[in-house]
């Protein structure tokens, strides 16, 4: 008898204190809108974040489309003219486009030079085709110096976005 009741007053100690961290949890209704909100805000981030990559990229071309036009105004200081200016170019151009994910061109115009950053379109081991087709544009008027860049990647064929005069 004595067993019996001590059962009886664990059993009534068990029920009055609740159930026990463990025996506690999420209901599946709860878990339901976690999910959803989880799924509503990896929507909304998601295309920024993969447009990241993108700004990334371009930014590589820029910087380096910028230090080919400005060493490319040192080169006019020296040279006198535009075309000997590019002409001196060739191994900084080599050089730019070694390793990189664009193929950099520098063309000399009248009191100008420009330069284009086109992505790669071969297989090689930097090509890139999330960029496939697009390109940068920039120039430096070589009387004041200006640099003037794109600030985003541009289609093929389209117009350019800077001007140097």
Same mark, same amino acid.
Request: proline share 0%.
């Given at each position: 008898m004595t067993t019996l009741n001590n059962r009886l007053q664990l059993a009534l100690l068990n029920r009055k204190r609740g159930k026990s961290a463990l025996e506690k949890g999420f209901t599946l209704?709860?878990?339901?809108i976690v999910i959803v909100i989880v799924g509503i805000l990896s929507a909304v981030a998601l295309p920024n974040f993969l447009s990241q990559t993108e700004r990334a990229?371009?930014?590589?071309?820029?910087?380096k489309l910028s230090g080919l036009l400005k060493e490319a105004h040192a080169e006019y200081q020296l040279a006198g003219t535009e075309a000997l200016a590019v002409t001196g170019m060739s191994t900084s151009i080599i050089?730019?486009?070694?390793?990189?994910?664009? %193929?950099? !061109?520098? &063309? *000399?115009? +009248?009191?100008?030079? %420009?330069? !284009?950053? &086109? *992505?790669? +379109?071969?297989?090689?081991?930097?090509?890139?085709?999330?960029?496939?087709?697009?390109?940068?544009?920039?120039?430096?008027?070589?009387?004041?110096?200006?640099?003037?860049?794109?600030?985003?990647?541009?289609?093929?064929?389209?117009?350019t976005d800077v001007s140097c005069s």
């Open positions: 209704v709860e878990l339901m990229k371009a930014t590589e071309g820029t910087s050089n730019a486009n070694a390793g990189s994910i664009f %193929t950099y !061109t520098l &063309t *000399a115009g +009248t009191g100008e030079i %420009t330069g !284009t950053a &086109t *992505a790669n +379109t071969s297989s090689s081991s930097n090509y890139d085709a999330s960029i496939a087709s697009k390109l940068l544009y920039g120039c430096v008027n070589v009387s004041t110096g200006k640099t003037d860049i794109s600030s985003r990647l541009l289609a093929s064929g389209s117009g």
